[in-house]
Structures are given as C-alpha cells and as structure tokens.
C-alpha cells in the first residue's frame, strides 16, 4: 500500500469518526430527542466543566429554562425540574437506583455509608443500624451537648464581635460551631474549633473531600485518573481519615455511658471484641456524619443568617415569635418548647429552599424503561432532579426569587403550600430520605432561637451578594456580619 492512500485512509479515519460520534449523539441516539446544549450531547466533558465553573446550578436552571422540563446534558444522563419527577426517581417505589459513580465517596472503596451505598438491601440494613440514633428519645439525650455548643457560638461572636462593633466573618464562626457538635456527637468532645478559632485541617479536609468526590461523582470517568491527583490534595483528603480514626480508636479504648451518636452507633458488647472490619465501618460512618451533617446544616443556618440580616421586618417577626414564647430572658430554651413554633419553622423552611444544602445533582439509573414527567426514559440512562431550578420555579412557588417564610403557613400561599411542599424536598424522600433529618432541625430551631434571642445580625457591607458554588454540597463564600447583642435585661 502506498504511503499517499495509507495517509489518507488515516486521516478519513480522523475526520470520519468524529463525525459519526456527532450525528449518532445528536440523531440517532436513544436520549437524541431530549433537547440540550450540542457539546452536552457530543462532549464527556461537558458537565464537569460546568462543575468547575462552581456555577453548575444556575446553569442548569437556565438550560430548563430555555428547553423545558427534561434536560439532556450528557452523553446518557437528563436533567429533569418537574414536581412529580420528584417521586418518580427518588420516592418509595421508585426503580432509580443511585449509580456506580457513589462508591467513590467511600473510604478505601471497600466500607460504604448511606450516602455511598447503591446497593438497596444493604443500604437498608446499614439504615436499621443507624435508626435508633436518632429516635426522640436519643435526640432527646443529645440536645444537651447541641445546646452547649451554640451557647459557645454566641458567647464567642458576641466576645469577638465586640457586641457588635467589629464584623465577623460568620460563616466560619458556624462552620466551627457545626463540626465542634458533630465532634462532640461522634467522638465525645467536640474540635475546640470555636475556643481555638483556628481554621485547622480537619476543615480543609472535609472541603478537598467533597470537592473531590462530587467531581468524581460528576465525571465517574476520572477515577482511573486520581493517582495523578496532586500530593498537597491526596495529603489533604488523608487528613481527614486519619485525623477521624485516631479521635474513634480512643473512643473505642475508653468506652462511655456519654448518650451521644457514637453510642447509639455502636453495640457495647461488640466493642469488648472490636474487630477491624467493625472499626473501619464505624470510622466510615463517623465521617459520613462529619461531612454530610455538618456541611448540610452550616449551609443553612449561614444563609439564614445572610437573610435575617437583609430582611429585617422578618427578623423583627421571629423575634417577636420567640419573646412571646420566652419572656424571660433566664428561660431555658429546649427543643420541645420551640419545635412547634410557626414562623421559626417557615424561616428555617424558607432558608433551605433559598440556599438548599445539596445544589448539585443527585444522579440516579434504572436497568428499564421508565416514564418520567411524562416522557418514556430509556433503560440505563442517568437521571436527577435539579434542585436549584425546582425550588425555584415559578410554578410551584410565588416570587420564587423572594424570601418570604409566610409562604409556607399563610393560607394566602395556597400554591407554595400545595405544589412547593411536593416540588421542595430538601432531605430527599422515598427510602433515601436523610436519617438524620430530625437532628438537623433540631440544631437550626435551637440556633436560630438562641440567636435571635441574643443578636441583631446586619451586613458589614450592606451591597453584599451572598450567593453559593455548587460542588453538588454547598460551597459558602465568606459572609462578613456585624452581631448587635440584645441587653433585654435594660430594655
């Protein structure tokens, strides 16, 4: 064969491939009736560099807005913003299952949480484990140990804050504030993040752990690659096995009554025999609860606050809510005396569906045809609800853009009571519902309530934009907030 024809065929192969890869994705392909971007069609890469831009949500939402409610922004993966998608892909009988890509959250691939389980019936066993550490009677036992973190918290901004005077940036404060719980919960003393007030590794950690494993998550095909993740990052995402299994190894060698999450995680019998099996799976646990708990809930309460401080007749609201239910300033402010409280649920309802903790997709795959919104969804093919572009969406919920709690308790919101509680499912639903949902309320009632009580938050820069990056978690921006303490006692 001569060198011309032998060039030519290489480069009619070059050019001829490609080409065919193109008009398979764009016309032949089971998904190529779903409307989308064309590099998302043609492109692998796509949506991990939408993830790279931290914008990936806001991208999402305006790509629903432009093609409608299903999505294509993959090679074989649909974004999907519609209310009944919601109990089609992750309710209770749903067929969806959470794909492979899950696994590598896991420590070591081999231990799996709740979160990184795809199996059903082991993820199921792994939950009926956990139950009983977040039953109200645990709850009840732990409350303790919440309650005297966030009197930490507010001891120590109104210190620092100098009662105001001087800005804090407040979304560390309340990091420190929820991995310190979380410490006390899981290991039995909390990190002294606030006493410290050092940003330590364990919190670069836990950031490098997510942002890693939601590009992961993102881009499944990268896995092969992670031996050539950089040193300083590796060295980062051991920091936080290492830091966790050393605080746990003690915790085993020194067995408490102390009611905490780590005893209700643990069988007391079992410990006297502890295996290695059984401490790395209760090393995975604790670190799931680190990062999936903590990360969650400061989310939250930081865009809570953010809105609190921007919205003042709301603030002078709840603060009238919670005076009326606490006179005096020497109450004792429990869980119960606070958990029906009206309008301190709907900010907190409110501040979920406006800075919802997961902003980024929570992908999903079935082996059969399945319909979905009313559309046929082709076996194998990767699903997810948008949860930035459903809560808000227009036809679910009134001012979408806007913060108003009375949406979720003023008969006059008959559309955001009726359609947002089905399209708003900030801790998922069916069986993957969070287990620790009931604990992370109990965290936001007691901070807001013990906050609000105490502080008048406003910006230290009034034109501040507090807005949220999406690595599938949350990422926060510092928000710089002057605390104003409240002397009740000279009013």
Not at 63 to 84: A, F, M, P, Q, T
Not at 107 to 120: I, R
Not at 172 to 186: A, E, Q, R, V
Request: charge should be positive; hydrophobic fraction near 40%; include cysteine.
């Amino acid at each position: 064969m001569s060198p011309i024809s032998s060039t030519g065929i290489y480069w009619t192969t070059l050019l001829l491939v490609p080409l065919l890869w193109v008009i398979y994705q764009t016309y032949l392909s089971p998904l190529s009736k779903f409307p989308g971007p064309f590099w998302a069609k043609v492109n692998p890469l796509w949506q991990l560099c939408q993830y790279l831009t931290g914008e990936r949500h806001k991208i999402f939402m305006k790509l629903h807005h432009k093609y409608g409610d299903i999505v294509r922004i993959g090679i074989n993966e649909l974004s999907v913003c519609h209310l009944e998608a919601q109990r089609e892909i992750y309710g209770q009988t749903s067929v969806f299952l959470k794909v492979p890509a899950y696994k590598t959250g896991q420590k070591d691939f081999q231990y799996s949480s709740l979160a990184t389980e795809t199996d059903p019936i082991i993820h199921s066993k792994l939950r009926k484990q956990l139950s009983s550490a977040f039953s109200t009677k645990a709850l009840d036992s732990m409350e303790i140990y919440i309650k005297a973190n966030i009197d930490i918290f507010c001891a120590s901004i109104r210190k620092r804050g100098k009662d105001g005077e001087q800005g804090l940036d407040i979304c560390k404060w309340i990091n420190f504030l929820t991995l310190d719980i979380f410490g006390d919960l899981c290991f039995g003393k909390s990190f002294r993040l606030m006493e410290d007030e050092v940003v330590t590794r364990l919190m670069h950690s836990i950031e490098r752990f997510i942002y890693f494993s939601a590009m992961l998550l993102t881009c499944p095909g990268l896995l092969p690659l992670t031996r050539l993740v950089p040193k300083r990052l590796q060295k980062g995402l051991m920091q936080l096995s290492q830091e966790s299994l050393i605080t746990i190894n003690e915790r085993i060698a020194n067995p408490s009554d102390r009611k905490d999450l780590f005893y209700y995680i643990t069988d007391p019998e079992r410990l006297k025999e502890t295996s290695q099996d059984f401490a790395d799976r209760l090393h995975t646990t604790c670190e799931h609860f680190l990062v999936a708990g903590g990360d969650t809930t400061s989310t939250v309460l930081n865009g809570a606050v953010f809105l609190l401080a921007t919205n003042h007749e709301v603030l002078e609201k709840l603060h009238r809510e919670l005076v009326e239910r606490f006179p005096d300033r020497k109450s004792d402010i429990d869980h119960h005396k606070i958990a029906g409280l009206p309008y301190l649920n709907a900010v907190i309802e409110e501040a979920m569906r406006c800075y919802p903790p997961v902003i980024g997709t929570l992908p999903r795959v079935s082996s059969q045809e399945n319909v979905v919104a009313g559309h046929k969804i082709p076996p194998n093919c990767v699903v997810s609800i948008a949860p930035y572009a459903i809560s808000r969406d227009p036809r679910y919920f009134t001012k979408p853009e806007c913060f108003i709690p009375e949406r979720w308790i003023d008969p006059e919101f008959k559309r955001d009571q009726n359609l947002g509680k089905l399209a708003f499912q900030p801790f998922s639903l069916g069986t993957r519902v969070c287990v620790g949902r009931n604990l992370a309320y109990m965290e936001m009632r007691l901070f807001l309530a013990k906050f609000v009580l105490q502080f008048r938050p406003e910006l230290e820069d009034p034109n501040f934009q507090y807005e949220n990056q999406d690595h599938t978690l949350a990422v926060r921006p510092p928000l710089f907030v002057k605390c104003y303490y409240l002397n009740r006692d000279s009013a």
